[in-house]
């Protein structure tokens, strides 16, 4: 609707009036807009867990080569004068050839120590063939599948040949003596590591791998074709698993400056801080630092492996720094292999990323395989040579005065660079570089307060961070942590921990074995810990104890359920939900925690969280109570009482109002079902009985003749559809409402449903498909036969039945089920169907025929889908296809079907009985159902495992799962809504504008007074008879409800946005509906006369509308009772009740009021009390007694003076204070009216009237405080509709004589409407609902010709 643009901007729309009336909408709490009900209830997916080492590996043999032949140059090597001499930094000339031999051979042992303590080492010194090839051969052998080291120095022999040869001597050193790499490879074996320290050393590596791949092909061939002769000969190992290290390219000499030693590469990979040293100081930036020379650096004071002196200091920032160069620059799993499998492979590639640095400077370029990406200009050497500078500059004065040597700054300034990178908060970027250092930080007590809590900092931004950090490698540290007793620690770790298992939960089996798991039972039992810890250190236990023995044992011994009972009480909810979901895995199919938990009568205690306010809370204790009954060891009659006890307090929940909560509930159930699965299948059969023998048709039964064709489109509980095409729906409808129960399948002589015998169930294509699987519609009980058990069934019959005490709790289990199974929101019936069925069915199989006919008389099932009406119209005119009159069906053979039935097409799915039974490949293949061939009987005592396996393992509902998302997602972040700056803030506000807008333009014209309202700015067909009809308080919408359905239209632009249906069962209907938040993002609320209550999102907006949540607001609606005052006024109300349908349907349907302030929601109808449901708690708050003998029909409440006002079925109207009790809450009854009230409204303000009408259309003014009205006006007979304007004083009448009148506050008709605006001019039908708009002088109109139209005041008043 067009506004004038110069109301918009008129001076009366002040702006602090603006902002005021913002506040209002801001602070207006919103309904059913938590996770549980914007999310799916499931788990996250698992990130692929690349971090644990598959195969962590060991290094535990190396064999030094050394080829030096002191004294004698290589004849292809032309050496400078003056050369680098220095091998493993001594000088061979300095002593005799062979003691120089050995002693740089012991060296270079020596070296390779300090990375590698543990390994064997075995030097060969100047060796020949043979002794390389008994050295290799033997460290292999011992070395079994560990990795081998091979180190060659080939500087007194040439250089490797292109066929891929290195050299070693004869035994006289006479000659030189080829060794092809070939041979190497098959002594080595694999896995292996080579260094090369030669001159060309990359053609090595060349070879290396041209021979690699030769064997795999030879392999591959030997594999393919066995006669071949390379199959007969041993198999050469695979190469796959060997590393190379090589000193310079295939092309190049090794450096011989010489300042530098003559094995630069190998004094690189072992000696790495020594040559880094020596290295800077040759360097021209070195001079910066005055006072060092190569002698002071012989003298920097330390050990390698102390972190507190100058040398080690350095080493450490080293490792921290290749470390983090290496994790940057290579691609992870690369990383993962070199970096993170092998501490010596660690350290060699480590020093080798420095060997590359240092040795490109002399144009000599390392090669490794794995081949790495260049990293020597990596920014982080600058922090290295910053560190190295800071640390010389010193050296003088602490050698020479002997003054403290002062710690570097790197790891502080590196913790520094990781927080602000933490601060900037942006989503998408790279992953902050300092990550490895951090993890190098945990190990020093000085920084590691401050890297925890960076580090929980880093976790918080979700599952991909806890990956990177896995990554990395910090896991052995944090597990390592736990040992520490440190307090402040405490809070830290216990994030950290929670944030690693809620991403990865197998890391359960590790702290167990570290006894990481007293630590976290340890935080629980502090009290003096905060919630939020506890409730993490809970949850970590809750994941050590899930499905891990191991893990409930431990924490069993460490006295958890002790403790966890302690705090079932806390006032922290998530606290609640966590120790009761932990408590609910500690005894799932552990029997001794079980024990213990009855010893602490925890069943008890967890009863008082049945009623916790918090639904997540509720569930958590239903979830922990169904393991509990689920356990599957042997009962005793102690613990059968437990579980009738649990069985009976759980039954509570029936009617809880949050669906999490029910479907947890179903899954509780159907443990106890499992357990005592005999007793069930008794009932059930039971259940069965009475139904057949029960004729009266219910509702479901009575559809016309034209909908017993089943369609395939039809589940059996009519599953929701939503339907977003404009065309007409109502084919859809049709079809959707069918139901392919065996009702619809076999047709006997007298057209009421075939008798339930297992024999027709059989052949029924209800059976003809998977058993309670979820992608099915079928099922041997149909929804219509469960929901007419659930309404048939009497105690008495049922208790006589069987001789067992008891009897009535399993009795009442299956009524809940049954109860459940018609449940308004879909997964919750789903569960509680696959409950059910799965009972049925074993009943069923178990009280089978003896003997079952050959395959061939039953390859044909009832058809899925008729194609040919003919058959239909033939079985119910006389011989039905399934005979079942025999009164024994329960041992009927089961009939052949006749021939002449075969439908025109086959359905596609039609599996034997014989061969491949239609459940069977439901069960395990051990337990034989079916195929034990034609004649024998299918016998039920074979192995009860297999199908009881299958109803637990089917049935979860994920709630633990996504509960732990939580601590997998940002705990820290502001929430979007919160953020000022977010879309969705911004949506909002944008909103609440709007609102502000619309409340001041329309209240300017309805302050005018309005005096016409019969401008038609609407008209359209509706594609059903509107029953209700809700202006959108705010924008351009109007939902129109007809029977089952929903429409959408745009009242504005005149257009259908939307039309879905509701999903309430084929004999209710739609009867009331409410805009919940409609101030902010928009919920629709309807109420159905069973008593159901479902909310949708997403409609009228180009999305597929969804089911937020559905519960039964109330239960067991009576038929009405109306009041009989006198003749006159009752025929009236009669007339009026049958024209509107509502006296076969059973009076008021459900009436509700909605309090957005309060989010209470009032609900009444069809009983004798009003119910009021807290939407925040999800549970029913209150039950005020009407004290009335007759339906409620209208429902209006005030929230500022907690007031409810009631219409009645008798004519009365009732006042009630819901802050008082029951039995006075009552605070005035009204009885002026004889008939019928249509409508009781109770205006908002301080000193509000109640105004009331009567289907008589006498309207009465109510002052709350006083007995008698105030004032009276009479208005049209045969009211079927009236509203009342909020704002505008007016209200209007619907008749079912086809007229609607507006009347003004003192009782003046200014509109009289009976034709439509329009060509036609055609004759209004008789009205059957209206309804005004909140805020603006709009009046909806429903009426009984399908058509929808709006009036407004005149146009010049808008």
């Given at each position: 609707?067009?506004?004038?643009?110069?109301?918009?901007?008129?001076?009366?729309?002040?702006?602090?009036?603006?902002?005021?009336?913002?506040?209002?909408?801001?602070?207006?709490?919103?309904?059913?807009?938590?996770?549980?009900?914007?999310?799916?209830?499931?788990?996250?997916?698992?990130?692929?867990?690349?971090?644990?080492?598959?195969?962590?590996?060991?290094?535990?043999?190396?064999?030094?080569?050394?080829?030096?032949?002191?004294?004698?140059?290589?004849?292809?090597?032309?050496?400078?004068?003056?050369?680098?001499?220095?091998?493993?930094?001594?000088?061979p000339?300095?002593?005799?050839?062979?003691?120089?031999?050995?002693?740089?051979?012991?060296?270079?042992?020596?070296?390779?120590?300090?990375?590698?303590?543990?390994?064997?080492y075995?030097?060969?010194?100047?060796?020949?063939?043979?002794?390389v090839?008994?050295?290799?051969?033997?460290?292999?052998?011992?070395?079994?599948?560990?990795?081998?080291?091979?180190?060659?120095?080939?500087?007194?022999?040439?250089r490797?040949?292109?066929?891929?040869e290195?050299?070693?001597?004869?035994?006289?050193?006479?000659?030189?003596?080829?060794?092809?790499?070939?041979?190497?490879?098959?002594?080595?074996?694999?896995?292996?590591?080579?260094?090369?320290?030669?001159?060309?050393?990359?053609?090595?590596?060349?070879?290396?791998?041209?021979?690699?791949?030769?064997?795999?092909?030879?392999?591959?061939?030997?594999?393919?074709?066995?006669?071949?002769?390379?199959?007969?000969?041993?198999?050469?190992?695979?190469?796959?698993?060997?590393?190379?290290?090589?000193?310079?390219?295939?092309?190049?000499?090794?450096?011989?400056?010489?300042?530098?030693?003559?094995?630069?590469?190998?004094?690189?990979?072992?000696?790495?801080?020594?040559?880094?040293?020596?290295?800077?100081?040759?360097?021209?930036?070195?001079?910066?630092?005055?006072?060092?020379t190569?002698?002071?650096?012989?003298?920097?004071?330390?050990?390698l492996?102390d972190?507190?002196?100058?040398l080690?200091?350095?080493?450490?920032?080293?490792?921290?720094?290749?470390?983090?160069?290496?994790?940057?620059?290579?691609?992870?799993?690369?990383?993962?292999?070199?970096?993170?499998?092998?501490?010596l492979?660690?350290?060699?590639?480590?020093?080798?990323?420095?060997?590359?640095?240092?040795?490109?400077?002399?144009?000599?370029?390392?090669?490794?395989?794995?081949?790495?990406?260049?990293?020597?200009?990596?920014?982080?050497?600058?922090?290295?040579?910053?560190?190295?500078?800071?640390?010389?500059?010193?050296?003088?004065?602490?050698?020479?005065?002997?003054?403290?040597?002062?710690?570097?700054?790197?790891?502080?300034?590196?913790?520094?660079?990781?927080?602000?990178?933490?601060?900037m908060?942006?989503?998408?970027?790279?992953?902050?570089?300092?990550?490895?250092?951090?993890?190098?930080?945990l190990?020093?007590?000085?920084?590691?307060?401050r890297?925890?809590?960076?580090?929980?900092?880093?976790?918080?931004?979700?599952?991909?961070?806890?990956?990177?950090?896995?990554?990395?490698?910090?896991?052995?540290?944090?597990?390592?942590?736990?040992?520490?007793?440190?307090?402040?620690?405490?809070?830290?770790?216990v994030?950290?921990?929670?944030?690693?298992?809620?991403?990865?939960?197998?890391?359960?089996?590790?702290?167990?074995?570290?006894?990481?798991?007293?630590?976290?039972?340890?935080?629980?039992a502090?009290?003096?810990?905060?919630?939020?810890?506890?409730?993490?250190?809970v949850?970590?236990?809750?994941?050590?104890?899930?499905?891990?023995?191991t893990?409930?044992?431990?924490c069993?011994?460490g006295?958890?359920?002790?403790n966890?009972?302690?705090?079932?009480?806390?006032?922290?909810?998530?606290?609640?939900?966590?120790v009761?979901?932990?408590?609910?895995?500690?005894?799932?199919?552990?029997?001794?925690?079980r024990?213990?938990?009855?010893?602490?009568?925890?069943?008890?205690?967890?009863y008082?969280?049945?009623?916790?306010?918090?639904?997540?809370?509720?569930?958590?204790?239903?979830?922990?109570?169904?393991?509990?009954?689920?356990?599957?060891?042997?009962?005793?009659?102690?613990?059968?009482?437990?579980?009738?006890?649990?069985?009976?307090?759980?039954?509570?929940?029936?009617?809880?109002?949050?669906?999490?909560?029910?479907?947890?509930?179903v899954?509780?159930?159907?443990?106890?079902?499992?357990?005592?699965?005999?007793?069930?299948?008794?009932?059930?059969?039971?259940?069965?009985?009475?139904?057949?023998?029960?004729?009266?048709?219910?509702?479901?039964?009575?559809?016309?003749?034209?909908?017993?064709?089943?369609?395939?489109d039809?589940?059996?509980?009519?599953?929701?559809?939503?339907?977003?095409?404009?065309?007409?729906?109502?084919?859809?409808?049709?079809?959707?409402?069918?139901?392919?129960?065996?009702?619809?399948?076999?047709?006997?002589?007298?057209?009421?449903?075939?008798?339930?015998?297992?024999?027709?169930l059989?052949?029924?294509?209800?059976?003809s498909?998977?058993?309670?699987?979820?992608?099915?519609?079928?099922?041997?009980?149909?929804?219509?036969?469960?929901?007419?058990?659930?309404?048939?069934?009497?105690?008495?019959?049922?208790?006589?039945?069987?001789g067992?005490?008891?009897?009535?709790?399993?009795?009442?289990?299956?009524?809940?089920?049954?109860?459940?199974?018609?449940?308004?929101?879909?997964?919750?019936?789903?569960?509680?169907?696959?409950?059910?069925?799965?009972?049925?069915?074993?009943?069923?199989?178990?009280?089978?025929?003896?003997r079952?006919?050959?395959?061939?008389?039953?390859?044909?099932?009832?058809?899925?889908?008729p194609?040919?009406?003919?058959?239909?119209?033939?079985?119910a005119?006389?011989?039905?296809?399934?005979?079942?009159?025999?009164?024994?069906?329960?041992?009927?053979?089961?009939?052949?079907?006749?021939?002449?039935?075969?439908?025109?097409?086959?359905?596609?799915?039609?599996?034997?009985?014989?061969?491949?039974?239609?459940?069977?490949?439901?069960?395990?293949?051990?337990?034989?159902?079916?195929?034990?061939?034609?004649?024998?009987?299918?016998?039920?005592?074979?192995?009860?495992?297999?199908?009881?396996?299958?109803?637990?393992?089917?049935?979860?509902?994920g709630?633990?799962?996504?509960?732990?998302?939580?601590?997998?997602?940002?705990?820290?972040?502001?929430?979007?809504?919160?953020?000022?700056e977010?879309?969705?803030?911004?949506?909002?506000?944008?909103?609440?504008?709007?609102?502000?807008?619309?409340?001041?333009?329309?209240?300017?014209?309805?302050?005018?007074?309005?005096?016409?309202?019969?401008?038609?700015?609407?008209?359209?067909?509706?594609?059903?008879?509107?029953?209700?009809?809700?202006?959108?308080?705010?924008n351009?919408?109007?939902?129109?409800?007809?029977?089952?359905?929903?429409?959408?239209?745009?009242?504005?632009?005149?257009?259908?946005?939307?039309?879905?249906?509701?999903?309430?069962?084929?004999?209710?209907?739609?009867?009331?509906?409410?805009?919940?938040?409609?101030h902010?993002?928009?919920?629709l609320?309807?109420?159905?006369?069973?008593?159901?209550?479902?909310i949708?999102?997403?409609?009228?907006?180009?999305?597929?509308?969804?089911?937020?949540?559905?519960?039964?607001g109330?239960?067991?609606?009576?038929?009405?009772?109306?009041?009989?005052?006198?003749?006159?006024?009752?025929?009236?109300?009669?007339?009026?009740?049958?024209?509107?349908?509502?006296?076969?349907?059973?009076?008021?349907?459900?009436?509700?009021?909605?309090?957005?302030?309060?989010?209470?929601?009032?609900?009444?109808?069809?009983?004798?009390v009003?119910?009021?449901?807290?939407?925040?708690?999800?549970?029913?708050?209150q039950?005020?007694?009407?004290g009335?003998?007759?339906?409620?029909?209208?429902?209006?409440?005030?929230?500022?003076?907690?007031?409810?006002?009631?219409?009645?079925?008798?004519?009365?109207?009732?006042?009630?204070?819901?802050?008082?009790?029951?039995?006075?809450?009552?605070v005035?009854?009204?009885?002026?009216?004889?008939a019928?009230?249509?409508?009781?409204?109770?205006?908002?303000e301080?000193?509000?009237?109640v105004?009331?009408?009567?289907?008589?259309?006498?309207?009465?003014?109510?002052?709350?405080?006083?007995?008698?009205?105030?004032?009276?006006?009479?208005?049209?007979?045969?009211?079927?509709?009236?509203?009342?304007?909020?704002?505008?004083?007016?209200?209007?009448?619907?008749?079912?004589?086809?007229?609607?009148?507006?009347?003004n506050?003192?009782?003046?008709?200014?509109?009289?409407?009976?034709?439509?605006?329009?060509?036609m001019?055609?004759?209004?039908?008789?009205?059957?609902?209206?309804?005004?708009?909140p805020?603006?002088?709009?009046?909806?109109?429903?009426?009984?010709?399908?058509y929808?139209?709006?009036?407004?005041?005149?146009?010049?008043?808008?």
């Amino acid at each position: 609707m067009k506004m004038d643009s110069d109301l918009l901007h008129s001076p009366a729309v002040g702006l602090a009036e603006e902002e005021e009336a913002d506040m209002n909408d801001w602070k207006l709490p919103l309904a059913f807009m938590k996770k549980r009900h914007s999310e799916k209830i499931e788990g996250s997916k698992a990130l692929a867990q690349s971090w644990r080492m598959k195969d962590r590996m060991k290094t535990v043999s190396v064999a030094l080569v050394l080829c030096l032949n002191v004294g004698v140059d290589p004849p292809d090597v032309v050496k400078t004068s003056p050369c680098a001499r220095l091998e493993c930094w001594i000088d061979p000339l300095s002593m005799s050839p062979q003691k120089a031999l050995e002693t740089i051979g012991a060296n270079l042992q020596k070296q390779y120590e300090n990375w590698q303590p543990r390994a064997r080492y075995k030097q060969s010194l100047d060796p020949t063939v043979d002794e390389v090839k008994k050295l290799c051969t033997s460290l292999r052998r011992n070395a079994k599948e560990e990795r081998v080291l091979f180190h060659y120095n080939g500087h007194g022999v040439p250089r490797p040949t292109v066929n891929g040869e290195i050299w070693v001597f004869n035994k006289n050193y006479t000659q030189y003596i080829p060794l092809s790499i070939y041979d190497l490879q098959t002594w080595m074996g694999s896995p292996s590591i080579f260094v090369y320290d030669c001159s060309n050393a990359g053609i090595i590596v060349k070879s290396f791998k041209q021979f690699a791949l030769q064997r795999e092909q030879e392999l591959e061939v030997a594999a393919i074709n066995p006669s071949h002769p390379l199959a007969q000969m041993p198999l050469p190992p695979s190469m796959k698993n060997c590393i190379q290290l090589a000193a310079c390219e295939a092309s190049e000499l090794l450096p011989m400056n010489p300042d530098l030693p003559a094995d630069l590469f190998t004094s690189c990979l072992t000696t790495p801080i020594k040559i880094a040293l020596r290295w800077f100081c040759m360097q021209k930036s070195a001079k910066l630092v005055p006072g060092v020379t190569l002698d002071l650096i012989e003298k920097i004071p330390g050990r390698l492996n102390d972190r507190r002196t100058p040398l080690g200091e350095l080493n450490w920032i080293f490792t921290a720094i290749t470390d983090t160069i290496a994790w940057n620059v290579l691609p992870r799993d690369l990383f993962q292999k070199l970096f993170r499998q092998d501490l010596l492979v660690a350290s060699l590639f480590r020093n080798f990323l420095l060997a590359e640095r240092i040795m490109r400077s002399y144009n000599c370029t390392p090669v490794s395989s794995p081949r790495l990406p260049p990293t020597y200009m990596h920014a982080m050497w600058q922090a290295w040579d910053l560190a190295v500078d800071i640390c010389l500059s010193q050296l003088p004065t602490i050698i020479e005065e002997g003054t403290a040597f002062r710690h570097s700054p790197f790891f502080a300034e590196q913790l520094t660079a990781f927080q602000v990178w933490l601060t900037m908060g942006v989503e998408n970027r790279n992953p902050p570089e300092q990550l490895p250092i951090v993890l190098q930080v945990l190990l020093s007590q000085v920084h590691r307060l401050r890297a925890l809590d960076l580090l929980g900092r880093f976790l918080d931004l979700g599952p991909w961070a806890v990956s990177l950090a896995l990554s990395v490698g910090i896991f052995p540290y944090v597990l390592k942590l736990l040992q520490s007793s440190a307090r402040e620690l405490r809070p830290l770790l216990v994030f950290i921990w929670a944030k690693i298992l809620a991403v990865d939960s197998s890391c359960q089996a590790d702290l167990v074995k570290d006894n990481g798991h007293k630590y976290f039972l340890s935080v629980l039992a502090d009290s003096y810990m905060p919630a939020e810890h506890r409730t993490m250190a809970v949850f970590i236990l809750a994941v050590i104890v899930n499905s891990y023995n191991t893990g409930q044992e431990a924490c069993l011994q460490g006295n958890l359920i002790a403790n966890c009972l302690e705090q079932l009480s806390d006032p922290h909810p998530l606290l609640r939900q966590w120790v009761a979901i932990c408590l609910g895995r500690i005894w799932q199919n552990f029997d001794p925690a079980r024990w213990c938990g009855v010893r602490d009568s925890a069943h008890e205690k967890l009863y008082t969280l049945l009623s916790d306010p918090i639904p997540e809370v509720r569930c958590a204790a239903v979830f922990a109570l169904g393991t509990f009954v689920g356990n599957s060891a042997e009962r005793t009659d102690h613990s059968t009482t437990i579980d009738h006890n649990v069985a009976m307090m759980l039954a509570q929940l029936i009617n809880d109002g949050s669906p999490v909560v029910r479907k947890e509930l179903v899954v509780a159930l159907s443990h106890l079902v499992v357990q005592y699965e005999s007793n069930f299948c008794t009932v059930a059969l039971q259940f069965i009985e009475e139904e057949k023998n029960y004729t009266v048709p219910s509702p479901a039964n009575t559809a016309e003749p034209g909908n017993l064709t089943p369609v395939r489109d039809s589940p059996a509980i009519p599953r929701l559809r939503s339907v977003n095409s404009y065309t007409n729906i109502r084919a859809a409808t049709t079809a959707r409402n069918l139901n392919k129960s065996l009702q619809n399948l076999n047709l006997n002589e007298e057209g009421g449903p075939a008798a339930f015998s297992p024999g027709n169930l059989s052949t029924s294509s209800s059976a003809s498909s998977t058993l309670g699987s979820p992608d099915n519609d079928e099922y041997i009980l149909s929804f219509e036969t469960i929901d007419k058990m659930r309404r048939v069934s009497s105690y008495s019959s049922l208790n006589s039945l069987i001789g067992v005490s008891f009897n009535s709790v399993y009795t009442q289990i299956w009524r809940v089920l049954l109860h459940l199974a018609a449940d308004p929101f879909p997964e919750v019936s789903d569960l509680a169907m696959k409950v059910l069925n799965s009972i049925a069915y074993k009943a069923t199989m178990n009280a089978r025929p003896q003997r079952i006919l050959d395959s061939g008389s039953l390859t044909q099932s009832a058809p899925a889908s008729p194609t040919s009406k003919g058959t239909h119209i033939h079985q119910a005119s006389g011989s039905p296809p399934m005979p079942s009159t025999s009164s024994s069906s329960l041992t009927n053979e089961v009939p052949k079907p006749p021939a002449r039935e075969q439908p025109a097409t086959r359905p596609p799915y039609t599996p034997t009985l014989g061969g491949q039974a239609p459940h069977s490949h439901q069960f395990p293949r051990t337990r034989k159902m079916f195929d034990k061939g034609p004649e024998q009987a299918a016998e039920d005592g074979d192995e009860p495992g297999g199908h009881r396996n299958y109803i637990s393992a089917a049935l979860q509902t994920g709630l633990c799962d996504w509960s732990a998302k939580y601590f997998a997602q940002p705990v820290m972040k502001i929430p979007e809504e919160h953020d000022l700056e977010s879309q969705v803030r911004m949506e909002r506000q944008w909103r609440f504008l709007r609102n502000t807008r619309v409340r001041k333009q329309s209240r300017i014209i309805t302050q005018r007074g309005v005096s016409r309202l019969d401008d038609q700015i609407f008209i359209n067909r509706n594609p059903g008879v509107p029953s209700v009809v809700k202006f959108h308080p705010f924008n351009t919408c109007i939902a129109v409800a007809d029977k089952d359905s929903i429409c959408f239209w745009d009242w504005e632009k005149g257009e259908r946005l939307d039309y879905f249906y509701n999903g309430n069962p084929r004999y209710t209907r739609i009867t009331a509906m409410e805009y919940l938040n409609g101030h902010d993002c928009s919920l629709l609320l309807t109420a159905t006369d069973d008593g159901a209550l479902r909310i949708w999102k997403n409609f009228a907006d180009q999305k597929n509308p969804e089911m937020v949540t559905a519960w039964q607001g109330l239960s067991d609606m009576l038929p009405t009772t109306r009041g009989q005052p006198s003749a006159s006024t009752h025929s009236l109300a009669r007339r009026v009740s049958i024209y509107l349908d509502r006296s076969k349907q059973g009076g008021a349907g459900m009436v509700v009021d909605w309090e957005q302030e309060t989010g209470l929601l009032m609900t009444s109808g069809d009983v004798r009390v009003i119910r009021i449901w807290d939407t925040d708690r999800e549970m029913k708050v209150q039950d005020i007694p009407t004290g009335a003998d007759s339906c409620v029909t209208s429902l209006s409440c005030d929230s500022k003076r907690s007031l409810i006002v009631a219409g009645l079925g008798d004519g009365s109207v009732r006042v009630f204070d819901r802050r008082m009790g029951p039995n006075e809450c009552r605070v005035m009854t009204y009885r002026e009216h004889g008939a019928w009230v249509v409508k009781a409204h109770i205006q908002k303000e301080t000193d509000g009237q109640v105004i009331s009408v009567s289907v008589n259309g006498d309207v009465r003014f109510f002052e709350p405080r006083t007995p008698d009205s105030i004032n009276m006006l009479q208005t049209v007979k045969g009211l079927t509709a009236l509203d009342i304007h909020p704002q505008a004083n007016l209200f209007a009448c619907g008749s079912m004589n086809q007229f609607i009148a507006v009347y003004n506050a003192n009782g003046d008709v200014i509109s009289n409407i009976k034709y439509y605006d329009g060509f036609m001019g055609q004759r209004i039908g008789a009205i059957s609902c209206l309804a005004f708009h909140p805020n603006w002088p709009h009046l909806a109109v429903g009426s009984n010709d399908y058509y929808m139209s709006i009036y407004s005041a005149e146009k010049r008043l808008r």
